[in-house]
């Protein structure tokens, strides 16, 4: 193992005894994070839902199969060359039968993001994708919405980040025929471009 993993291991390890917010008291699983520890770059969701929680893995859902073609298909990159992340570790739901999550509240993000800078500073990515109004809003420290500031480089920790929709969005218009995909491989491409990437499937 290198250093930076050791650093993620251990960093990992912490998160996995977290007791700092509510969620820890319905996760059935934390989910780090993962990918990996060299990744150029970073993608950062919203927080687990059901199969994440049940999997301890993120984006493994019906959204993360979304992302994982975008990555894969899209961008041309395995998905274990990036790292994934979230701005919460646990998943938050609207009630205590888990029926349906929602977005994490500021405290829980509050609580949470300490893991995510850390992961930050150790993976040093070269770019951010954040995915969605919550991460957006966190990372770039707006309260501007996802429609505003997606396609617009902002900067964290003195890395570009590059705001997306996140892929539960798309899904929910229009999935695969979403007329936001458009928008999405926009975004996608200047990431690559930035990274002098080629520029190659759809
Ligand atoms: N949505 C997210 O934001 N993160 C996940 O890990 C899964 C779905």
């Known amino acids: 193992m290198t250093n930076i993993e050791d650093s993620l291991k251990e960093l990992e390890d912490e998160a996995r005894k977290c007791l700092r917010c509510r969620l820890s008291t319905t996760r059935t699983t934390v989910v780090f994070g993962e990918g990996s520890s060299a990744a150029d770059i970073m993608f950062i969701g919203e927080g687990p839902g059901k199969q994440e929680d049940l999997t301890g893995r993120p984006f493994v859902g019906r959204a993360g199969e ?3 073609r975008i990555i894969e298909k899209g961008m041309g990159i395995p998905r274990e060359d990036v790292y994934i992340a979230n701005i919460v570790k646990c998943r938050p739901t609207v009630d205590l039968k888990f029926t349906r999550d929602r977005p994490p509240e500021a405290d829980e993000v509050k609580a ?32 501007t919405g996802i429609t505003r500031m997606r396609g617009r480089w902002g900067r964290f920790m003195g890395i570009p980040v590059m705001p997306t929709y996140h892929p539960s969005y798309l899904l929910r218009n229009g999935g695969e025929k979403s007329p936001l995909r458009k928008d999405v491989w926009e975004d996608i491409k200047k990431v690559l471009d930035r990274l002098e990437m080629p520029i190659s499937a759809k």
């Open 66 to 68: 979304l992302l994982t």
């Open 112 to 143: 949470c993001t300490p893991f995510l800078l850390r992961q930050i500073e150790i993976v040093c990515p070269r770019v951010i994708v954040t995915l969605g109004s919550p991460s957006t809003k966190f990372i770039l420290q707006t309260s």
